[in-house]
């Protein structure tokens, strides 16, 4: 499965590793496994999409499914999903699944894409209880 992924328990957060070439079904697959996992409800999420294959990038379509599953298996307490993306096209889709999101009722989670690793773990170091200043992930 080209999604790696590790749990850290300490910094309440998950870290996702895309590498090389996307399917649908490997997308839905780690959101599905990784997230029905009792343990990891509540904590933050950053997903590194520097070392997958743009031209399998999820398209809109999938994004759009995603973004229904995941809100439906969101905790109750709000948490943060921080998205690595280099190039063009992944930031792009990045920022149409942040929009999903943000549109879906039920959703409690806060993400940002980024262009940089140390960006996205900036953010997600941050103090849990603040919230309210989003960073300019332009």
């Known amino acids: 499965m080209p999604i790696e ?14 590498v090389g070439a996307l399917t649908d079904e490997e997308v839905l697959a780690y959101q599905a496994e990784v997230w ?4 990891v409800a509540g904590f933050d999420e950053l997903i590194d999409m ?11 379509g ?4 995603l973004a229904a599953l995941a809100a439906g298996m969101d905790a109750v307490a709000p948490t943060r999903l921080a ?22 009722r039920r959703s409690r989670r ?13 953010y997600l170091d941050r103090s849990r209880g603040d919230r309210a200043g989003r960073p300019d992930s332009s």
Do not use: K, Q, W
């Not at 998205?83 to 879906?104: K, P, Q, T």
């Open 110 to 122: 806060d993400v940002n894409v980024f262009r940089t690793l140390e960006e996205a773990t900036a």
């Open 36 to 39: 029905s996992r009792p343990e």
């Open 5 to 18: 992924h590790s749990i850290d328990p300490e910094r309440r957060r998950v870290v996702a590793r895309a």
């Open 50 to 60: 520097r070392a997958a294959d743009p031209a399998t990038a999820p398209g809109p």
């Open 83 to 104: 998205i690595v993306a280099a190039s063009d096209l992944v930031y792009g889709l990045g920022r149409m699944y942040e929009a999903y999101r943000e549109s879906d």
């Open 62 to 65: 999938l994004l759009r499914r």
